[in-house]
T-cell receptor, first 108, second 114 residues
Framework: TQLLEQSPQFLSIQEGENLTVYCNSS?????LQWYRQEPGEGPVLLVT?????EVKKLKRLTFQFGDARKDSSLHITAAQPGDTGLYLC????????FGTGTRLLVSP | DTAVSQTPKYLVTQMGNDKSIKCEQN?????MYWYKQDSKKFLKIMFS???????INETVPNRFSPKSPDKAHLNLHINSLELGDSAVYFC?????????????FGPGTRLTVT
């Protein structure tokens, strides 16, 4: 069974700080996706990484796929309250396996 | 224009009842899914349909039965509801893109069984 462990589980920071969320597995994935979920809503896709070592940037968010395609990270620069939410990584092809989630709280 | 819609948003019912959740997508996607998110926010796939054909059926009790009348709709019927069925159920749709299936989720249905 493929598992995706995320760390940390919970992160509470002040506006303007930087942070990194990790997504790790012992399995190789053909691609990894990152989603953000806000309370009362469904997850929203942020990015998909498909090549080992790939780095993608989305404004203040930087996503990296590990060289061996077993892990990924999400780095947020100068976090803002609007970044608050549950961040989920997900791997797989047609059948996605979701990570354990990281709850981020950014306070003004 | 809502891409993936679900009804109802909230569902409160008693043990033993039968209930249905409806889902519709207007994205033209071929594949639709049902996911269950538990109280710890863990999201797990239940079923997937591709062009009305069941392609993924995880270890889900037989009380759960999905139905896809056409590729834009995927409904979930639950018989004999149990307390442990309380969760948020998400419908999603996807289309293969660049070697992966990117999911578009509905707003969720919060099911509470009392």
């Amino acid at each position: 069974t493929q598992l995706l462990e995320q760390s940390p589980q919970f992160l509470s920071i002040q506006e303007g700080e930087n942070l990194t969320v990790y997504c790790n597995s012992s399995s190789v994935f053909s691609s990894l996706q990152w989603y953000r979920q806000e309370p009362g809503e469904g997850p929203v896709l942020l990015v998909t990484v498909v090549t080992g070592g790939e780095v993608k940037k989305l404004k203040r968010l930087t996503f990296q796929f590990g060289d061996a395609r077993k892990d990924s990270s999400l780095h947020i620069t100068a976090a803002q309250p609007g970044d608050t939410g549950l961040y989920l990584c997900a791997g797989g092809f047609q059948k996605l396996v979701f990570g354990t989630g990281t709850r981020l709280l950014v306070s003004p | 224009d809502t891409a993936v819609s679900q009804t109802p948003k909230y569902l409160v019912t008693q043990m033993g009842n039968d209930k249905s959740i409806k889902c519709e997508q207007n994205l033209g996607h071929d594949t639709m899914y049902w996911y269950k998110q538990d109280s710890k926010k863990f999201l797990k796939i239940m079923f997937s349909y591709n062009n009305k054909e069941l392609i993924i059926n995880e270890t889900v009790p037989n009380r759960f039965s999905p139905k896809s009348p056409d590729k834009a709709h995927l409904n979930l019927h639950i018989n004999s509801l149990e307390l442990g069925d309380s969760a948020v159920y998400f419908c999603a749709s996807s289309q293969q893109f660049d070697g992966s299936y990117e999911q578009y989720f509905g707003p969720g249905t919060r099911l509470t069984v009392t």
